[in-house]
């Protein structure tokens, strides 16, 4: 491996359910459950502990249903100012050995240790990091070692918890080949039902797929797809690439003064709409909407909002940004309204404090955001509505 990259992928075990022991250490070793709404039984599971899987405990499960499994399991709220205040520790210690450091998520990251690893054995260096992350955060972690940023993500995935894993491109036809590709890292269910369909059962079908017929089939991602399943990946381990998207705004300088509260619900909504638009194609989520109130006197106003539980549908978005606008709207006539999100996360990690009823219509909304999210990128954005939707033409 000294002769080309060395690529360590960060994934912390059960971050959540972690964060809560090291904090409660008489935690430790027991089954433990973080939920939404903990006194209510329909409240959801978003993560356990290892203790609380070995007894059928899964994410997206009912408390009461975890309860029935794990009779002994103690559920706890989500507390995710703490989570994230421990996610920046860690990636600050981190830092400290290595400037060349990509936050993925809160509980992910990867680590370009090419220069390191020259002095250092990459297996050595890994365990001392791993090491250090327990001893000063009391966190368990699994670091994957690799040529690239998608073999060490699957390699991190092998062992868990604590674990160490090396995956070299020579060994790949008995690493990840015979994997299936539901577990290929940038695999979703809609894909690999798709990739099953032509008969595409594993890692290995993909690699050994003609990659001009692949690329037709699947387009520019099919490309990346058959690249990483032949062990190629180029991308760098970016250190700004958290901040390229911290926030996503939308404002809008209207025709006329408004006066009256019913004819600012209708900007607002719009402002949401697109707000929307743009995290889904980021694929993020957000933790703080800000709300601009620019006056006919030109005076402007900011207040801004942290949520416990991200956003990102426009009614979630617009729900939030009309309750500011009442609290703070002075009365006088608005010449522009505002709305910024921002403190994004990815889509896939970012985790909803969710109660059966709030997850059941997530997961009804799902299959249609992404169709109308299709249809508009085919067609533009007024090509459909739904219900309310904004006129394109007043977009910036």
């Given at each position: 491996m000294n002769?080309?990259?060395v690529i360590?992928?960060i994934?912390?075990?059960?971050?959540?359910a972690?964060v809560e022991?090291?904090?409660?250490p008489?935690?430790?070793?027991?089954?433990?459950?973080?939920?939404g709404?903990?006194?209510?039984?329909?409240g959801i599971?978003?993560?356990?502990?290892?203790?609380?899987?070995?007894?059928?405990?899964?994410?997206t499960?009912q408390?009461?249903?975890?309860?029935r499994?794990?009779?002994?399991?103690?559920?706890?709220?989500?507390?995710?100012?703490?989570?994230?205040?421990?996610?920046?520790?860690l990636?600050?210690l981190?830092?400290?050995?290595t400037?060349?450091v990509?936050?993925?998520?809160?509980?992910?990251?990867?680590?370009?240790?090419?220069?390191?690893?020259?002095?250092?054995?990459?297996?050595?260096?890994a365990?001392?990091?791993?090491?250090?992350?327990?001893?000063h955060?009391?966190?368990?972690s699994?670091?994957?070692?690799?040529p690239n940023?998608?073999?060490?993500?699957?390699?991190?995935?092998?062992?868990?918890?604590?674990?160490?894993?090396?995956?070299?491109?020579?060994?790949?036809?008995?690493?990840?080949w015979?994997?299936p590709v539901?577990?290929?890292?940038?695999?979703?269910?809609?894909?690999a039902?798709?990739?099953k369909k032509?008969?595409?059962?594993?890692i290995?079908?993909?690699?050994h797929y003609?990659?001009?017929?692949?690329?037709?089939?699947?387009?520019?991602?099919?490309e990346?797809?058959?690249?990483?399943?032949?062990?190629?990946?180029?991308?760098?381990v970016?250190?700004?690439s958290?901040?390229?998207?911290k926030s996503?705004?939308q404002?809008?300088?209207?025709?006329?003064?408004?006066?009256?509260e019913?004819?600012?619900?209708?900007v607002?909504?719009r402002l949401?709409?697109r707000?929307?638009?743009k995290?889904?194609e980021?694929?993020?989520?957000?933790?703080?909407?800000s709300l601009?109130i620019?006056?006919?006197?030109?005076?402007?106003v900011?207040?801004v909002?942290?949520?416990q539980q991200p956003l990102q549908?426009?009614?979630?978005i617009?729900?939030?940004?009309i309750?500011?606008?009442?609290?703070?709207?002075n009365?006088?006539?608005i010449?522009l309204l505002?709305?910024?999100?921002?403190?994004l996360?990815?889509?896939?990690k970012?985790?909803?404090?969710l109660d059966?009823f709030?997850y059941?219509?997530?997961?009804?909304?799902?299959?249609?955001y992404?169709?109308?999210?299709?249809?508009e990128?085919?067609?533009g954005p007024s090509?459909?509505?739904l219900?309310?939707?904004?006129d394109?033409?007043?977009?910036?």
């Amino acid at each position: 491996m000294n002769q080309s990259r060395v690529i360590f992928h960060i994934d912390m075990n059960s971050f959540y359910a972690s964060v809560e022991m090291a904090r409660h250490p008489e935690l430790r070793g027991k089954p433990l459950a973080i939920a939404g709404k903990v006194e209510d039984r329909r409240g959801i599971v978003v993560t356990s502990s290892y203790e609380a899987r070995a007894h059928g405990v899964k994410t997206t499960m009912q408390v009461w249903e975890a309860r029935r499994k794990c009779p002994q399991l103690i559920v706890k709220t989500p507390d995710f100012d703490l989570y994230r205040k421990v996610s920046r520790q860690l990636f600050d210690l981190l830092r400290t050995y290595t400037e060349k450091v990509e936050k993925v998520s809160v509980d992910e990251g990867y680590m370009d240790v090419t220069a390191l690893a020259s002095r250092h054995h990459p297996v050595k260096l890994a365990q001392e990091i791993q090491q250090q992350v327990f001893h000063h955060l009391q966190l368990p972690s699994s670091i994957g070692i690799a040529p690239n940023k998608f073999m060490a993500k699957m390699a991190s995935d092998m062992k868990k918890p604590m674990g160490i894993t090396i995956l070299r491109k020579r060994e790949m036809n008995q690493t990840l080949w015979p994997l299936p590709v539901d577990e290929m890292h940038g695999v979703g269910q809609k894909t690999a039902e798709k990739l099953k369909k032509i008969g595409l059962q594993t890692i290995g079908d993909i690699a050994h797929y003609p990659k001009p017929a692949f690329i037709e089939q699947f387009g520019k991602y099919g490309e990346k797809l058959h690249d990483r399943a032949n062990g190629i990946d180029e991308r760098e381990v970016d250190p700004q690439s958290e901040h390229e998207f911290k926030s996503i705004s939308q404002s809008i300088t209207l025709p006329k003064d408004l006066t009256e509260e019913e004819e600012v619900q209708p900007v607002l909504r719009r402002l949401a709409a697109r707000l929307e638009r743009k995290l889904k194609e980021k694929k993020s989520m957000s933790y703080q909407l800000s709300l601009s109130i620019r006056y006919n006197n030109w005076r402007n106003v900011t207040r801004v909002q942290s949520v416990q539980q991200p956003l990102q549908t426009e009614e979630e978005i617009y729900q939030r940004a009309i309750a500011i606008f009442y609290q703070h709207w002075n009365g006088q006539p608005i010449r522009l309204l505002g709305i910024t999100v921002q403190s994004l996360e990815p889509m896939n990690k970012a985790t909803k404090q969710l109660d059966l009823f709030t997850y059941e219509k997530d997961a009804q909304k799902e299959p249609l955001y992404d169709t109308l999210y299709s249809l508009e990128k085919k067609f533009g954005p007024s090509a459909i509505h739904l219900g309310w939707k904004e006129d394109p033409r007043d977009q910036k």
